[in-house]
């Protein structure tokens, strides 16, 4: 079935540093991602909507500033945690719809910690 | 808002079949219903979805009530594999196809 990878899978950065987490399909194309994220015993929260080509759209609250996103090609799409802080530590995770239905594939999450 | 209520937490002895409600009592006639679960630490992993009928794959089935207010995903021959949290999804038709997660069932399947 299809795939979507996450890298990387875990990282570690200090406070005030920028951390850049991928998410690929890796076969087949997706004109649209979605980026959510993951606090421990939670459930998880959409931040935003990357669109190939074009801005993202961000779910109310997360600040577009601080959570850019790129989709550069039908199989990419990056978010970069910029000047992170402790707080951004958590379980983000990237998924891409189905092109024949509403099936969501979900990459397998990056846990990033800030220290 | 999640359209979804879910109980937050289910045993469920191993071999037994287990059952997990969701409520979606604001459902709109064209939204489907879909189940997900979530193993620790790992991404959701796609169960199966409906929209009127029940439908049945080789993972579990579904039962729409016939108003479509509800559901339930039984798990027919539960094994400490299937030791997770479940998420009933009702999906958004606004055109991007957007999730919104409720806080799902953690279901413990017990030796």
């Known amino acids: 079935g299809a795939v979507v990878s996450q890298h990387p899978s875990w990282v570690i950065c200090k406070s005030g540093t920028s951390v850049k987490i991928e998410c690929r399909s890796l076969d087949f194309q997706a004109t649209t991602m979605f980026w959510y994220r993951q606090f421990p015993k939670q459930s998880l929260m959409l931040m935003a909507t990357?669109?190939?080509?074009?801005?993202?759209?961000?779910e109310q609250g997360v600040e577009k500033d601080k959570f850019l996103i790129n989709h550069a090609s039908l199989t990419l799409s990056t978010l970069t945690v910029t000047s992170a802080h402790p707080e951004d530590s958590s379980f983000y995770i990237c998924?891409?719809?189905?092109?024949?239905?509403?099936?969501?594939?979900f990459g397998p999450g990056t846990r990033l910690t800030v220290t | 808002d999640a359209k979804t209520t879910q109980p937050t937490s289910m045993d469920c002895a191993e071999g037994r079949a287990a059952n997990l409600p969701c409520n979606h009592s604001t459902i709109s006639g064209n939204e489907y219903v879909y189940w997900y679960r979530q193993i620790h630490s790992q991404g959701p992993q796609y169960i199966i979805h409906?929209?009127?009928n029940n439908e049945t794959n080789e993972m579990a089935s579904l039962i729409i009530t016939e108003d479509r207010k509800s559901s339930t995903l039984i798990l027919p021959h539960a094994t400490l594999r299937d030791t997770a949290v479940y998420y009933c999804?009702?999906?958004?038709?606004?055109?991007?196809?957007?999730?919104?997660f409720g806080t799902g069932t953690r279901l413990k399947v017990l030796a």
């Open positions: 990357s669109n190939e080509g074009s801005k993202a759209t961000y």
């Open positions: 998924s891409a719809p189905s092109q024949a239905g509403y099936e969501q594939y």
């Open positions: 409906g929209l009127k």
């Open positions: 999804i009702v999906l958004t038709t606004s055109g991007t196809y957007k999730y919104i």
